[in-house]
């Protein structure tokens, strides 16, 4: 153990250092709580004092949240080096541990509570006086290799960038990157010495929550790399109202020309500025930009250098004179690199930096990129050394020539037959990439120069998929996409964007499901490409003995796949999850049917799916659509409802003479016909109409779409509270069945929706007093009924999902997916077998409105607007 070595002032982060300066100015903004600067210097302080006045070795595990972010910014306050890894990777903490002995291991605990393990009460290691962080250059595949950067580096960059970025203290970054990726910390570090403030969140941007929290914070500034514009795109960014938005920038890796182009004249007409960059680990994080006026005109070039850098070209063999490697020199370049803790004693060992990119200057002085001379890839934004995977994989038992470029990795590997799958989690896993991005390919033989060399080349050949062939998994996901949309699908397609709503939802769940074996919660929003990656490793169908491979089965109803899966032993033993949505509706449905035909007695299930269908609403039909885009399809769906209902209802009016003619244009409600229950029949009908139609009245104006899309959980809030006057001054007028009429139960409706724009406990606890306070009451001398409804939408405010099996999963999904119609259909069923077979009469009843969903959905997908 080498000396105790006090920590001279000098060496330390300045921007860490003076965070008490901008007082009471925002500095964070998270879901739970909004931090002054003061009060963030203040924790810095504390756990600066905890760390102690000798220098010693912190390894973070990086995660954009508070507490991550506070040890950071303690270290670099007082001089304790950081090693920063990826806090969602254990195999990597496990061997940068164990490379680097680290004497402070700042992590979260199993329970998640962050904690400071200290190992060493002194440090283990001598530690150079300039050492402030060490940083990955290979991604995450745990390679001991690490970036050795000084203070100064810290301190020059974040300058740098907010120099030529304009930040200032009005400025509201989101961290869409990850915190120990230096182009995430860069945003971090830039917006802190400005005292700006961070919207600290762990969200993807293709998470609506992203937007809600951006929006409610002011967000002025978006960073990305080529994958976050991709997730842009899906999402219909570029219509999106984001007032305060001053500029998007992008590094990572090479956007493509039209791409930047498009962005910068999206950016023009919105009000915001692109800024494209162009840097590496070893500068810190930025060497270059490209000013925005030049965005569009010039969107092929990296820019120019960073105020404080320069470039040169360095002549390279087999290049004529205008084409040199790229050479950068600037305060941020590194101090040099570590590879074993003997290395962290070291100064300064490099004085400029080879980026091993081939460039050029164009006459106008701008740098264009044109080529690589090293092995690295960036892909996806991470930074990825084929040869430390070829070690990876070697040591695993796999020999394997990699190669990448932008898009994948490209994997040629001596292994058996079928071991393509394993060895992709492998790499995913150790890399930190999606499985989407890496190719594999098993061979007998790998493939060689004449020279006895690797061709790499040939490697990237062969893993080329066929373009006739559809991507992995062998299930046609396509195909099942078209198939229950009824729409062309595409890659880059998710449920939401084709138009996908509630009555069509739990089908499409449950399909997934069955083909990938696990579904994210969010999968609705998720593009097919994302979903193939979540395959599990049953679902890749092999092919056939001829080499074919499988076509995807024909079209059946969902009766007739559960009836057909109940065959294989598999079905009743397989663990499923089913969202709590479905559960609901499946169980409503029978307990309503239940209840009316006199089998039980267990009521106010009909008020719990009001609920659901404002839970749905938000998720299906209040996406980040275009205005436009989102009023057509709340049309279409309160077509797919209506339509369907009147037909139904007009032959039961004609059939019998149980029905009021109101009831077959659905207007019983408004016109307040007949006392007798069945003249109020179909209120949940007619309530789920009239709210939708008056939404989309309401989204239809460009105001309050704007107001919906900046206050996502505030809109449905307010809407509860206009709908509790509804509730409370109707409910005493309304002398026909009040708890069934729309204006009295809209309440529910817009609790539904906010339950699904709920992002923070908080949230959801305010949605839940307002339940348990206002619910009693709406059913008088019924507590059992206000029982049932309070906990089944408790539910739906805490519970996203619960435990299933094969069975109950098929079966919920036959039930939910036609509820809508096993409800408009019951009516006429029960009543001719009630009085003697009751239990009859209930399955009947559920088989036939099964029935009639299965009818309505066939021609529903031959008739385009319904």
């Given amino acids: 153990m080498s000396t105790p070595e006090p920590l001279p002032r000098p060496h330390s982060v300045p921007f860490a250092r003076d965070l008490a300066l901008y007082g009471d100015r925002v500095a964070l903004i998270t879901p739970d709580e909004q931090l002054s600067y003061r009060e963030l210097a203040e924790r810095v302080a504390a756990t600066a004092e905890r760390l102690g006045p000798v220098r010693r070795l912190v390894l973070l595990a990086g995660a954009n949240r508070t507490d991550a972010l506070v040890t950071h910014l303690a270290a670099l306050s007082a001089g304790h080096p950081v090693l920063l890894v990826p806090g969602d990777n254990e195999s990597t903490i496990r061997a940068l541990t164990e490379a680097y002995a680290p004497d402070v291991v700042a992590r979260p605990d199993a329970a998640g509570t962050w904690n400071l393990d200290e190992r060493h009460p002194e440090?283990?290691?001598?530690?150079?006086?300039?050492?402030?962080?060490?940083?990955?250059?290979?991604?995450?595949?745990?390679?001991?290799?690490?970036?050795?950067?000084?203070?100064?580096?810290?301190q020059a960059n974040a300058e740098s960038i907010a120099a030529y970025l304009g930040i200032d203290d009005t400025d509201r970054a989101a961290t869409t990157l990850p915190m120990h990726y230096c182009y995430g910390l860069s945003v971090i570090h830039s917006t802190l010495l400005r005292g700006a403030a961070l919207i600290l969140t762990e969200r993807s941007v293709s998470d609506a929550g992203f937007w809600e929290e951006f929006r409610a914070a002011r967000g002025t500034s978006l960073a990305g790399v080529p994958y976050t514009f991709d997730l842009l795109d899906r999402v219909g960014f570029e219509s999106m109202q984001l007032p305060h938005l001053r500029r998007v920038t992008q590094a990572g890796g090479r956007l493509a020309p039209e791409r930047v182009a498009r962005y910068a004249?999206?950016?023009?007409?919105?009000g915001w500025q692109l800024f494209v960059m162009y840097g590496q680990t070893e500068a810190t994080a930025r060497m270059a930009y490209l000013p925005p006026h030049l965005a569009a005109e010039r969107p092929e070039a990296v820019g120019v250098p960073i105020p404080g850098g320069s470039f040169r070209l360095q002549p390279a063999d087999g290049h004529g004179p205008d084409v040199g490697e790229l050479v950068y020199s600037g305060p941020n370049v590194m101090l040099g690199y570590a590879e074993s803790t003997d290395d962290l004693r070291l100064g300064r060992t490099v004085t400029e930096l080879h980026t091993g990119d081939l460039a050029r200057r164009t006459p106008d002085g701008l740098y264009e990129i044109v080529g690589r001379r090293s092995r690295f890839a960036k892909i996806l934004?991470?930074?990825?050394?084929?040869?430390?995977?070829?070690?990876?994989?070697?040591?695993?038992?796999?020999?394997?020539?990699c190669a990448g470029d932008e898009e994948v990795l490209a994997v040629a590997a001596l292994a058996d037959a079928g071991e393509e799958a394993r060895i992709r989690r492998l790499i995913a896993q150790e890399c930190g990439l999606p499985s989407r991005a890496i190719r594999v390919r098993v061979l007998d033989q790998l493939p060689r120069l004449t020279t006895g060399k690797p061709d790499y080349q040939a490697v990237r050949q062969l893993t080329r998929p066929a373009q006739e062939e559809p991507p992995d998994p062998g299930v046609d996901l396509l195909h099942l996409y078209a198939e229950i949309l009824d729409a062309d699908a595409a890659e880059d397609s998710s449920f939401v964007s084709l138009g996908g709503d509630s009555l069509c939802y739990v089908e499409m769940s449950l399909r997934l499901e069955e083909a990938l074996g696990h579904l994210p919660t969010d999968w609705h929003t998720r593009t097919i490409r994302e979903l193939r990656t979540l395959a599990a490793p049953g679902a890749e169908k092999p092919a056939r003995a001829d080499g074919a491979r499988p076509q995807p089965k024909p079209a059946a109803s969902a009766l007739g796949r559960t009836l057909r899966s109940w065959t294989t032993a598999e079905f009743w033993t397989t663990r499923r999850t089913l969202e709590t949505s479905i559960v609901l509706r499946a169980v409503g449905i029978?307990?309503?049917?239940?209840?009316?035909?006199?089998?039980?007695?267990?009521?106010?299930?009909?008020?719990?799916?009001?609920?659901?269908?404002?839970?749905?609403?938000?998720?299906?039909?209040?996406?980040?659509?275009?205005r436009r885009e989102r009023v057509r399809r709340l049309w279409r769906s309160i077509a797919r409802i209506a339509v369907p209902s009147m037909l139904w209802i007009t032959g039961a009016v004609l059939l019998t003479d149980a029905i009021d003619p109101a009831n077959a244009v659905l207007l019983n409600s408004l016109l307040d016909q007949g006392t007798d229950r069945f003249e109020w029949a179909y209120w949940f009908v007619e309530a789920l109409v009239y709210f939708l139609i008056v939404l989309a009245a309401l989204m239809a104006v460009p105001l309050l779409d704007r107001l919906e899309r900046r206050h996502a959980f505030g809109v449905p809030l307010a809407l509860v509270g206009i709908g509790l006057i509804g509730r409370y001054d109707l409910l005493d007028l309304v002398t026909l069945?009040?708890?069934?009429?729309?204006?009295?139960?809209?309440?529910?409706?817009?609790l539904g929706w906010a339950a699904a724009r709920a992002v923070t406990a908080r949230q959801r606890a305010l949605l839940t007093a307002v339940l348990v306070v206002t619910m009693p009451g709406l059913f008088q001398d019924q507590p059992l009924r206000t029982g049932i409804v309070i906990v089944g939408l408790t539910l739906l405010i805490w519970v996203p999902t619960l435990p299933s099996l094969g069975p109950l999963s098929a079966l919920a999904g036959v039930l939910a997916s036609g509820s809508l119609y096993i409800y408009l259909t019951h009516y006429q069923v029960y009543p001719y077998l009630q009085k003697g077979f009751p239990l009859t009469a209930l399955f009947a009843s559920l088989l036939v409105g099964v029935g009639y969903a299965a009818v309505v959905t066939r021609v529903a997908r031959r008739v385009r607007w319904l």
């Fill in 123 to 154: 440090s283990a290691h001598t530690l150079h006086p300039d050492l402030a962080l060490l940083l990955s250059t290979s991604g995450s595949t745990g390679s001991p290799k690490l970036v050795r950067l000084s203070h100064r580096n810290l």
């Fill in 265 to 270: 004249e999206s950016g023009r007409r919105s």
């Fill in 737 to 750: 069945r009040p708890q069934l009429n729309p204006a009295v139960v809209f309440w529910l409706f817009a």
């Fill in 590 to 626: 029978v307990l309503i049917v239940g209840s009316h035909v006199q089998v039980f007695d267990i009521k106010g299930f009909a008020h719990i799916l009001i609920g659901v269908a404002g839970y749905n609403f938000a998720r299906f039909q209040l996406t980040d659509a275009g």
């Fill in 381 to 401: 934004g991470l930074r990825i050394d084929p040869q430390r995977v070829e070690a990876l994989l070697e040591e695993h038992g796999v020999t394997a020539y």
